[in-house]
């Protein structure tokens, strides 16, 4: 109850902020009467700025007061209005083209300060996200231990999201939001710069990348409306937006150098610059370390590059290269018992983990004329992952015995392609996307048993030649095509309010070619049955999609949305077969589908108040899950059934000295809530055995709440984490297992504290305090690799980082 007090005093707060203030709205023009969209609008010397919408039309809440208003665009001349604000005000602005040739023009605008998150525009560059909800992370905007990516503070803004602590590095990502599997990011469209990035976006979408947060200027998130143009997966899309190097001179070098508990210790150096046509930035990140528990040691390394030329003020094409490899040995999970006894303590010496990532895109950028945009990504991933150690129950002893192998690589390329016209009905300008995309995926899949490394440091990743080593091995490949076709359409039937229809066709071919050996052992050991078996599977799959949104923007300070759209989960490689202990695999699974459908109220008036607050319900048809056998030491991963989750998400902050005082200072004292209530319930399930159970990894209350301070040079950032108990399977078992694969996960508390000084342009110094109350809690229970068991938490750690900008 306690949180719904403070989120209701925020969201008071912002109501009677909003009902105060007086309004300025107008519109920017051209001289010939057309609206410039998208418009810088400000009073000079003030927090007051906003955007004009893609009609030209803005609205500013203010106190009143003289100021001088000010409008800017790429391609005109600023607008200046000196104003007396003493009742509501209609301002309109007429811009005068700027007669300069585009290319010789540095536009050289500040970025607008936001409190770390902010949403996308209704339309940018080629997407269309009118009606969705939407998250931006301000990575310069926010105070957190970027050197390890430490997501409990980076997304900390984002409502509802559940999070996996895998590693201390950050080297993997785990989130999942509104009660959906956290695991790598497999319930999202994870793309980097508008391209996937995951080992096979259609049949194994795992992210085993993530690119550094040093390196990332901002991460753009959309929920499950996003399928009609990014794919049909029901968490949305996450797409990394890398930084692009300094606009306005040939060469910016930034250096950052971080030392932290448990040897950690990271470097990373990125550079950029224009040089006439040509952008250019390049970047390298070392991170090591040993890791809380011991046998964490870990070797990461991520290399960056991507150019840019502008041929004209038209066209641009841009050349991008991303490379990573990292070896980790990895501790390995812990029983039940042991985690409560010590959780620092390991049980596996022999467990080691590697991945190698390339990925290249090309991208073109044409703009055909003021009404007509192209954007075109061609991309392509050559890549490894190879996991080795004894994965069987953390329950049982090491035998020492040859290990558990499993090898895949990955070697996917495709192409998506967009056009996005702008047109008018009436005197209202309307746009419409269209697209399509092509991917071809294929995973080559090795799972058997390999060098048994009694040194317990061997990395050797081949594969044993023996009779019992051969008698485990199976070999897979998994070819897959995709093909599919997409449009929106924002229809404004009014500058305020607007329908935005969309669909999307799927031609899905999936294939899986493969060999296993089926073998039985008697009480000694002994080989008493033995098959070599062949699997030959085809499936092939076309449907249309449909979603709708609605917006309503009534001002900067309140704007209404809401969206339905259907959504659709093919099974991946990992549905098909699996060697990971214990688990069977239903041979007759099926695709999931359903839909996803949100409704809220959102606002910001800058520098004061950014809040959005939501309804939100997916509906699975065919659910997947796991589910452990009575009376069998098996689980089985089968289609669970239907369920339904559905909950409220809120977000606010509240710039607090501006509040009490009504005066605008440089230095602000924020406070900030975001609560997620979630209700997840299976339905209708097989047998009804698990009707009106608890849906895995769905917990009832996600709360997160936080102080940040600022002046000119300091920044402190405080939070409290908060995620309530949740389930690790459909049976939703209250007690552990001797395995620890299954039982529930408790409910913890976790709080970070970060700062930052800047000294002057050139140094700054950065210092974190993660996990400051050093709290005992785990946020998973592994079925494999890291564990299996559960994977404790790192214990409170501290980080300083030094950064040099030349």
């Known amino acids: 109850m306690k949180y719904l007090y403070i989120l209701s005093f925020l969201l ?18 051209t001289a010939s009467g057309t609206g410039v969209p998208n418009a810088s609008v400000r009073l000079k010397n003030t927090a007051y700025a906003t955007r004009c919408d ?8 203010v106190s009143a007061g003289r100021y001088t208003l000010m409008a800017t665009a790429v391609g005109y001349k600023p607008a200046t209005h000196n104003i007396n604000v003493e009742h509501n005000l209609t301002v309109d602005i007429i811009l005068a083209d700027d007669v300069q040739e585009l290319k010789s023009v540095n536009v050289n605008a500040a970025k607008e300060k936001t409190f770390g998150v902010t949403r996308m525009k209704a339309v940018e560059g080629t997407t269309i996200n009118a009606g969705k909800k939407s998250e931006v992370i301000v990575l310069d905007d926010i105070t957190a231990n970027k050197a390890t990516n430490n997501t409990r503070q980076i997304y900390s803004k984002v409502a509802g999201l559940n999070i996996w602590e895998s590693d201390g590095a950050g080297i993997q990502l785990g989130i999942g939001g509104r009660g959906l599997n956290p695991n790598r990011v497999t319930n999202f469209n994870t793309r980097q ?19 550094p947060a040093e390196l990332t200027d901002r991460i753009e998130i959309l929920r499950g409306a996003a399928s009609l143009q990014y794919g049909t997966q029901f968490g949305g899309i996450i797409n990394f937006k890398l930084r692009e190097g300094a606009t306005d001179k040939p060469f910016e070098i930034t250096a950052n150098e971080t030392a932290g508990s448990w040897n950690f210790f990271n470097t990373s150096t990125g550079i950029g610059g224009k040089i006439d046509k040509v952008q250019y930035y390049a970047y390298y990140q070392h991170k090591q370390g040993d890791g809380w528990r011991p046998n964490g040691h870990f070797n990461d390394n991520t290399v960056y590059t991507s150019v840019t030329y502008n041929a004209s003020s038209k066209f641009a094409v841009t050349f991008q290269y991303t490379y990573m490899n990292y070896l980790a040995h990895q501790p390995g999970g812990l029983t039940d018992k042991e985690f409560y006894s010590d959780p620092h303590q390991s049980i596996r010496e022999r467990n080691w983990f590697k991945v190698n990532w390339n990925l290249g895109a090309v991208i073109l950028d044409y703009k055909i004329n003021d009404n007509l945009k192209f954007n075109s990504r061609f991309f392509g991933l050559y890549a490894g992952r190879d996991a080795t150690g004894f994965l069987n129950f953390i329950n049982l002893a090491d035998d020492g015995k040859d290990r558990n192998l499993y090898v895949d690589h990955y070697k ?56 019992n080593d051969v008698d485990g091995y199976s070999h897979y490949k998994f070819p897959n095509y995709n093909l599919a076709f997409f449009a929106e359409n924002i229809f404004r039937i009014t500058p305020k309010f607007s329908i935005i229809p969309g669909l999307r066709f799927e031609n899905i071919i999936t294939k899986a070619t493969g060999s296993f050996v089926t073998i039985n052992r008697d009480g000694a050991g002994n080989v008493v049955y033995r098959k070599d078996s062949v699997d030959n599977k085809n499936s092939t799959r076309h449907f249309l999609i449909a979603g709708l949104g609605l917006s309503y923007y009534q001002s900067q300070a309140v704007q209404f949305y809401a969206n339905i759209s259907q959504n659709y989960r093919a099974i991946n490689f990992n549905d098909l077969n699996s060697s990971v202990a214990g688990l069977k695999v239903d041979p007759d699974l099926h695709d999931e589908t359903g839909y996803s459908t949100d409704a809220g109220v959102r606002g910001n008036i800058p520098g004061l108040l950014d809040y959005d607050v939501n309804l939100f319900a997916i509906h699975y048809n065919n659910r997947i899950g796991s589910a452990q056998i009575q009376n069998s030491p098996y689980r089985y991963r089968t289609n669970i059934g239907a369920s339904n989750n559905i909950g409220l998400e809120s977000f606010a902050e509240l710039e607090f000295l501006h509040f009490i005082t009504g005066h605008i200072s440089d230095t602000k004292l924020s406070v ?6 979630i209700h997840a319930k299976y339905t209708i399930t097989k047998g009804h055995q698990f009707d009106n159970n608890t849906v895995e990894f769905a917990p009832d209350v996600v709360f997160k709440s936080g102080l940040t301070y600022r002046q000119s040079k300091f920044s402190a950032s405080y939070q409290l984490s908060y995620t309530s108990m949740q389930y690790g399977d459909a049976t939703n078992a209250p007690l552990p297992l001797a395995n620890a694969i299954i039982g529930i996960i408790p409910a913890y508390t976790v709080m970070d504290l970060s700062a930052s000084y800047k000294f002057n342009n050139t140094f700054s110094l950065l210092g974190s305090c993660n996990n400051l109350a050093n709290k005992s809690y785990f946020t998973r229970r592994a079925e494999s690799y890291p564990g ?11 980080y300083i980082t030094l950064q040099v900008k030349l």
């Open 12 to 29: 008071i707060s912002a109501f009677k902020l909003s009902a105060q203030s007086l309004i300025i709205n107008g519109t920017v023009k």
């Open 54 to 61: 893609t009609v030209g039309n803005f609205q500013l809440n």
């Open 193 to 211: 710069n508008g391209y996937d990035i995951s080992a096979d976006a259609l049949g194994y979408p795992e992210s085993y990348y993530t690119p």
């Open 412 to 467: 996917n390329y495709g192409n998506e392609s967009r056009l996005l016209y702008t047109y008018k009905i009436g005197s209202n300008s309307q746009n419409l996307l269209a697209g399509m995309r092509y991917y071809n995926g294929h995973t080559d899949r090795q799972q058997g048993f390999g060098n048994n490394g009694s040194t317990g440091n061997s990395t050797d990743f081949t594969y044993g030649t023996s009779a």
């Open 672 to 677: 900030f809530s975001n609560l997620a209530l």
């Open 788 to 798: 299996p068991g559960i994977i404790p938490a790192d214990a409170r750690g501290y």
